[in-house]
Nanobody
Framework: QVQVVESGGGLVQAGGSLRLSCAVS????????IGWYRQAPGNQRDLVAR???????NYADSVKGRFTISRDLAKNTAYLQMNSLKPEDTAVYYC?????????WGQGTQVTVSS
């Protein structure tokens, strides 16, 4: 059974940094893509960054130049390095893993940026 576990969230002041991790286990198949999404209260869940199996990445305009998505294939883990954080980055951050035609979501990790 595939498990997706996020970690690394927390409380940080504006201008600070956090690194989120997304650990994937339980799959005998290759991961096609990993994406980070976020959802603030009352808002929909939006894509923040995504990395495909070939290494291609794309980012939401609001985080370009500040966030970096990466992955460690040996550890089956993806990361989201978040720099120059702003209060509007406050949200629950979710990791989505695509394996074959199926999506697997983690439970989310809270990121709170104080002004």
């Amino acid at each position: 059974q595939v498990q997706v576990v996020e970690s690394g969230g927390g409380l940080v002041q504006a201008g600070g940094s956090l690194r989120l991790s997304c650990a994937v286990s339980g799959s005998a198949f290759s991961v096609n893509a990993i994406g980070w999404y976020r959802q603030a209260p009352g808002n929909q869940r939006d894509l923040v960054a995504r990395i495909l199996s070939g290494g291609f990445t794309n980012y939401a305009d609001s985080v370009k130049g500040r966030f970096t998505i990466s992955r460690d294939l040996a550890k089956n883990t993806a990361y989201l390095q978040m720099n120059s954080l702003k209060p509007e980055d406050t949200a629950v951050y979710y990791c989505k893993v695509v394996i074959g035609r199926r999506d697997f979501w983690g439970q989310g990790t809270q990121v709170t940026v104080s002004s």
